[in-house]
C-alpha cells in the first residue's frame, strides 16, 4: 500500500502487517511515529534498519526507536551530489550514535573555516565535497554555481565535524547560525537538547535580537500531548546541558511548527514571524 500523505500510525500498522524490513524517511516521519500511543504496541521484530536523512536527527528520536530495539542509521547526501555522500552501516549505530557515517566510494570530503582553511579534527567546518557524482553546475545560474563549485569543490553550506575515526557529525545549516556574545551557535545542537525533554515534541530554535550579546537564542517549542511545562523549566532543564551563550533566553510554546514539504523546520518563517524591523516580537 501506497500512502499519498504520510500517516504516522496507518504506517505503524504496515510495517508490523507487511514485516517490513527497511524504511528510509525524514526526522520529522520518525518523530511523528514515536508520539502515537500505538508505538509502544508496535513490533518491530522484522526490521533490520531504519535509515534517516534529509537533515540532523535528534538523538531522542534515534534512542526511542532503539529502545524498541530497532536499528537506527543516518545517511547524509544532496541533490547535488546524486544523493549519497555518507552512510553509517548497522554496526556502527550504537557506537557512532548522531554520526551520518564516511565518506562512500569515490567520494571526498574536507571540512573548511569561512577563509578556506582546513579545520583540526574535531573543529566544526563547512561540509566540502568532491565526487565524480557532483554535478558540474546549476541549470542557466552561472553565479551561484561559481559561487557553489570551487576548483571541483562543492561547497554543501553544512557545517559538521570529523570525529578521530573519520566519522562525519552533522551540526546544523550555517544559514541557521546565529552569533551570541562572539560565540557561534548551531540550532541542531540546542535543538537537540530540548528534544530530549519529555514534555518537547518538537523544537525549533533561532537566534533573536539583543542588545547586550547581539543575538540569543529563542526556542520555539511543541509541548508533547497532555504536558505541562514552562519556560523557566524549559531553561533550567538546559543548564549543565550547555553552554550558557548556547542557551535559550526566551521559551516560546506553539501548537505546530511550520516545515517544508520534506519535514525541514521553515527558520525563515519563524524568524519573520518573532524579529520584526530588527527588534523581538513577542506572540500576543
Known amino acids: 500500500m ?13 510495517i508490523e502487517e507487511n514485516q517490513v524490513n527497511t524504511i528510509f524517511g525524514i526526522p520529522v516521519m520518525f518523530l511523528m511515529m514515536s508520539q502515537m500511543p500505538e508505538f509502544q ?32 542509521n543516518q545517511g547524509y547526501g544532496m541533490t547535488e551530489t546524486a544523493t549519497g555522500v555518507t552512510a553509517l552501516g548497522s554496526e556502527d549505530s550504537l557506537r557512532k550514535l548522531g554520526s551520518c557515517g564516511k565518506p562512500l566510494f569515490h567520494t571526498d570530503i574536507r ?21 565524480p557524482t557532483v554535478i558540474k553546475e546549476y541549470w542557466r545560474r552561472p553565479e551561484e554555481s561559481a559561487s557553489t563549485i570551487i576548483d571541483g569543490w562543492l561547497h554543501s553550506g553544512d557545517i559538521g565535524y570529523m570525529d578521530e575515526e573519520g566519522y562525519l557529525y552533522l551540526v546544523d545549516r ?33 537566534g533573536i535580537p539583543d542588545e547586550k550579546w547581539v543575538e540569543v537564542g529563542l526556542a520555539v517549542l511543541v509541548k508533547a500531548p497532555e504536558a505541562d511545562v514552562t519556560e523557566e523549566e524549559i531553561i533550567e532543564y538546559c543548564k549543565g546541558k550547555l553552554a550558557g551563550y548556547k542557551r535559550p533566553r526566551k521559551v516560546i510554546f506553539i501548537d505546530q511548527l511550520p ?14 514571524t518573532y524579529i520584526k524591523d530588527g527588534q523581538y516580537q513577542a506572540p500576543e
Request: hydrophobic share 40%; net charge negative; proline share 4%.
Open 174 to 206: 550555517s544559514k541557521d547560525m546565529y552569533i551570541s556574545g562572539g560565540e557561534n551557535v548551531y540550532p541542531a545542537e540546542v535543538e537537540d537538547i530540548l528534544m530530549s525533554h519529555d514534555a518537547v515534541a518538537d523544537a525549533g530554535v533561532i
Open 111 to 131: 571540512l573548511v573555516d569561512p577563509v578556506g582553511n582546513d579545520v583540526a579534527q574535531g573543529e566544526k567546518g563547512e561540509v566540502l565535497i568532491k565526487s
Open 259 to 272: 516545515r517544508t514539504l520534506t519535514g525541514k523546520i521553515l527558520k525563515k518563517d519563524l524568524r519573520s
Open 41 to 72: 504496541d508496535t513490533d518491530f521484530s522484522s526490521v533490520k534498519f531504519f535509515l534517516v536523512g534529509g537533515s540532523p536527527c535528534p538523538k531522542a528520536i534515534i534512542e526511542s526507536f532503539q529502545e524498541k530495539g530497532v536499528v537506527f
Open 2 to 14: 501506497i500512502q499519498r500523505f504520510f500517516d504516522p500510525a496507518q504506517a505503524l500498522k504496515l
